[in-house]
């Protein structure tokens, strides 16, 4: 498959000016080549005639910047904006330029993780909401384990969410901590009662692995059922060694859980609208954005339903979702990597998407260290988008330090991904390929 021109010349033909005063950007690519994986992949060449079968490209009406999976890290995720030519930069102050006055900014999940601090990132989305930026947060799976682990303090104890704190709550004690350093107060402390019985709060109680066998025999299967209860033991020991990593006391720890629900799922909470404005999925023309991935009943939903009637489904079903939710169709589009123990996508919701119009997923949730990849899953078109921008990811799989890319969506049927960690921008103009 070849490029019916050549398109090797300067970014700047399809890119705005990236204003960068700091020059925190030096290393992002400033020439364009074909992606590589449209030019040798015969699969994606399969996807791209099927798009054609179906009507062809519908693109939107105006760009796209979709940035992914920043996992708490505001300075990877604003240098990304940046690196799209959407904002301007000054100190903490942040401005929208004219090209980021017209663009679509989705934010692909993830936004919260294990740090350098998810504070600074909502804080940073804030910023970005206020100076009028047209930003769409989709759910991401780290996203929705915060949701479930603090809902599942609340209220009554119930066999099926109990112990979804300790379950999903390990990774959300960095995130914890800051809440306690910012906005726990002494006498938050105070009101909660002894060390141990908050620790017995956080916990399942001990006859839980039966109680939940039979509460949840009619939404789970056998065997999701013993493997939840057979690993409890060993993620209680795991939590135990976190918590004490984390510094915190357990009262401390629930002290901040409970903060939580007051910031973010209140009313009047501080961020309460992160969660009241995320949605699961969003689509622009031909191309839905999703975290994750697809199934074959969320398919048939998409088309027969349409986006906004999934993402209405999705805020019903995650206010007080248990692990029937979890393991479902719908929490599937923020936790699908197409495994064998995943929500099915066969040709039978690959056809409903084409016939639909749709025919192209961007995602994240799989991240990649050479920039965005372009590939075909079950026979659809995917663009993974999750470039590692958080400086964790970073140094565990030995990148070295911030990231920076997002992936360029334009009416006129370009589409760009910009990465610091590959030296040319990627070019992908389906309907100018033979």
Sequence with gaps: ?????????????????????????????????????????????????????????????????????????AEGFLRSLSAAGVIRRNGLQIALTSFGRKARIVLGGDA????????????????????????????????????????????????LTEHLFVRMGRKILPALREVLCRFVTPSDIAALPTEDACRAALMPGPDWPQRFG????????????????????????????????SGMSYRQILASALKCHEIFFEPSGIYAWFYD????????????????????????????????AVNARYRSEAERASLGFYFGPVANLVRTKYRASDCELTDRGVTALHGGGIHMVVQGHVNNHQGQRLLAKRGLLHLEGDVTLDRASRRSEGLDGIGAGATLIFPSGDVIGLSRD?????????????
Excluded at 27 to 49: G, H, K, T
């Design 1 to 73: 498959m070849d490029y019916a021109t050549d398109h090797r010349q300067p970014v700047s033909r399809l890119l705005p000016p990236v204003f960068d005063a700091e020059a925190l950007l030096g290393d992002l690519p400033r020439e364009i080549q074909p992606w590589p994986e449209a030019v040798s992949q015969p699969q994606i060449s399969a996807c791209l005639a099927r798009v054609r079968e179906h009507g062809g490209w519908n693109w939107p009406d105006r760009p796209v910047i979709f940035v992914s999976d920043p996992h708490a890290d």
């Design 112 to 159: 919260l993780d294990k740090g350098p601090s998810n504070l600074a990132l909502l804080d940073a989305l804030a910023a970005l909401r206020e100076a009028g930026a047209d930003l769409h947060i989709l759910a991401g799976n780290h996203d929705l384990r915060m949701r479930m682990a603090i809902a599942a303090l609340r209220g009554p104890r119930d066999a």
């Design 214 to 245: 039979q509460a949840a025999r009619h939404e789970l299967r056998a065997t999701v059922i013993a493997k939840e209860t057979g690993k409890l033991n060993e993620k209680l020991l795991k939590f135990d060694r976190e918590c004490a990593r």
């Design 277 to 308: 404005h995320m949605d699961v999925v969003a689509r622009a023309g031909s191309i839905l954005f999703v975290h994750a991935g697809l199934c074959d009943d969320m398919c048939e939903m998409l088309v027969g339903q349409g986006a906004e």
């Design 422 to 434: 590959y030296p040319w921008a990627k070019h992908f103009a389906p309907e100018r390929m033979t």
